[in-house]
T-cell receptor
Framework: GENVEQHPSTLSVQEGDSAVIKCTYS??????FPWYKQELGKRPQLIID?????GEKKDQRIAVTLNKTAKHFSLHITETQPEDSAVYFC????????????FGTGTLLAVQP | NAGVTQTPKFQVLKTGQSMTLQCAQD?????MYWYRQDPGMGLRLIYY???????DKGEVPNGYNVSRLNKREFSLRLESAAPSQTSVYFC???????????????FGPGTRLTVT
């Protein structure tokens, strides 16, 4: 079945630095790639997503890039702030009518002040 | 507009006991999901309901059953709880993808279940 691998599992950066989290997927029919942020003790929430017909999407300090040939996509956070500290999950949706998401195992990002 | 709600927030069960986790959404979404979240394992899909009247197994369905009671409500039942089912359970819902193709899922606050 579809598999999404996410790296690294933990990431520590200094405030103001950039952070990059990478995911690879196995199903070439995948066409939608969201990123969710989960703060400690809270529910996951969508922060950005990208469809397969787009190579990059930006929203203020966060961006997502997609390389369909290599089957990987990445989350980029610039000018990190302490409130960016959370667990980040990538996911994809396999092709077809289903809207079922397959999640990566998560990255714990710690932004050191 | 409460979004997705779940009850209870916390539960402790003894091995072999049964319980039902309740989930409701007020966003008129067609699809609903149940996930479990364990350390280092991410969010794993237990069961989902693409639309009212249908349910399908996800990655880890063993030991669970679900009921899509109506469009708003989707319950998860543990018939005979086991310590391996100790986890945080999240319910989520989503609309059918529109022209923009968003599959955004909205999550409930979660239920922390401990089985002793």
């Amino acid at each position: 079945g579809e598999n999404v691998e996410q790296h690294p599992s933990t990431l520590s950066v200094q405030e103001g630095d950039s952070a990059v989290i990478k995911c690879t997927y196995s199903d070439s029919a995948s066409n939608y790639f969201p990123w969710y942020k989960q703060e400690l003790g809270k529910r996951p929430q969508l922060i950005i997503d990208i469809r397969s017909n787009v190579g990059e999407k930006k929203d203020q300090r966060i961006a997502v890039t997609l390389n369909k040939t290599a089957k990987h996509f990445s989350l980029h956070i610039t000018e990190t702030q302490p409130e960016d500290s959370a667990v980040y999950f990538c996911a994809d949706v396999t092709g077809g009518a289903t809207n079922k998401l397959i999640f990566g195992t998560g990255t714990l990002l710690a932004v050191q002040p | 507009n409460a979004g997705v709600t779940q009850t209870p927030k916390f539960q402790v069960l003894k091995t072999g006991q049964s319980m039902t986790l309740q989930c409701a959404q007020d966003m008129n979404h067609n699809s609903m999901y149940w996930y479990r979240q364990d350390p280092g394992m991410g969010l794993r899909l237990i069961y989902y309901s693409a639309s009212e009247g249908t349910t399908d197994k996800g990655e880890v369905p063993n030991g669970y059953n679900v009921s899509r009671l109506n469009k708003r409500e989707f319950s998860l039942r543990l018939e005979s709880a086991a310590p391996s089912q100790t986890s945080v359970y999240f319910c989520a819902s989503s609309a059918l993808p529109g022209a923009e193709g968003s599959y955004e899922q909205y999550f409930g606050p979660g239920t922390r279940l401990t089985v002793t």
